[in-house]
């Protein structure tokens, strides 16, 4: 079993910036590739980035690519995600999941998921 707690989420204007932190307890947290999703009202979940286990491969949605870093801190068993030039439209709840078999942006794929983290974006 892996929990996942996220936090940084909440409220930012446009252009502004947050830093969404995913802390994961129980296994090797080393042997999960990570991924943030996000969820806005009314929309289906979306994939918006992943992280590979060692860290060493990212994979970004073209949503966030240029905005957004993913990266892992293994020996702190956290995942990050820094969000930069933040729209309205990134408004959402973000979720981190765990993932023991795939690097991937396939939300059915991660085994684990966190509670999530609000994060408003105001125009």
């Known amino acids: 079993q892996v929990q996942l707690v996220e936090s940084g989420g909440g409220l930012v204007q446009a252009g502004g910036s947050l830093r969404l932190s995913c802390v994961a307890s129980?296994?090797?947290?080393?042997?999960?590739?990570v991924g943030w999703f996000r969820q806005a009202p009314g929309k289906e979940r979306e994939f918006v980035a992943a992280?590979?286990?060692?860290?060493?491969?990212?994979y970004y949605a073209d949503s966030g690519k240029g905005r957004f870093t993913i990266s892992r801190d293994n020996a702190k068993n956290t995942v990050y995600l820094q969000m930069n030039s933040l729209k309205p439209e990134d408004t959402a709840v973000y979720y981190c999941?765990?993932?023991?078999?795939?690097?991937?942006?396939?939300?059915?794929?991660?085994?684990?998921w966190g509670q999530g983290t609000q994060v408003t974006v105001s125009s």
């Open positions: 129980g296994r090797t947290f080393s042997s999960y590739a």
């Open positions: 999941a765990a993932s023991g078999t795939a690097f991937t942006s396939i939300d059915r794929k991660y085994d684990y």
């Open positions: 992280v590979s286990w060692s860290g060493s491969s990212t």
